[in-house]
Nanobody, 116 residues
Framework: QVQLVESGGGLAQAGGSLRLSCAAS????????MDWYRQTPGKQRELVAD???????NYADSVKGRFTASRDNAKNTVYLQMNSLKPEDTAVYYC??????????WGRGTQVTVSS
């Protein structure tokens, strides 16, 4: 059973930066893709960015040009670099992975709060 553990959340000012990490207990090569989602109270979880096993990425329009997803296969870790943060980026951020046999894994989330 693979576990995903997020870290790096916290408080930032508008215009600032944070880098989230998602460490997998096993090899991230087990995952066809890994994603970052976020959720605010009363809203559905929203896909923010995804990164494939080949490191191709896709982003939600709301974060394009500001967020960058990357992966370090040697460390079994994926990252989300968040720049030019806005108050509307405030959410709990979740790491998610889909394996080659369609198993889904979620981390427990990390809170990001952006003050204006």
């Amino acid at each position: 059973q693979v576990q995903l553990v997020e870290s790096g959340g916290g408080l930032a000012q508008a215009g600032g930066s944070l880098r989230l990490s998602c460490a997998a207990s096993g090899s991230i090569f087990s995952f066809k893709s890994m994603d970052w989602y976020r959720q605010t109270p009363g809203k559905q979880r929203e896909l923010v960015a995804d990164i494939s096993s080949g490191s191709s990425t896709n982003y939600a329009d709301s974060v394009k040009g500001r967020f960058t997803a990357s992966r370090d296969n040697a460390k079994n870790t994926v990252y989300l670099q968040m720049n030019s943060l806005k108050p509307e980026d405030t959410a709990v951020y979740y790491c998610h992975g889909v394996t080659w046999i369609q198993e889904n894994y979620w981390g427990r989330g990390t809170q990001v709060t952006v003050s204006s």
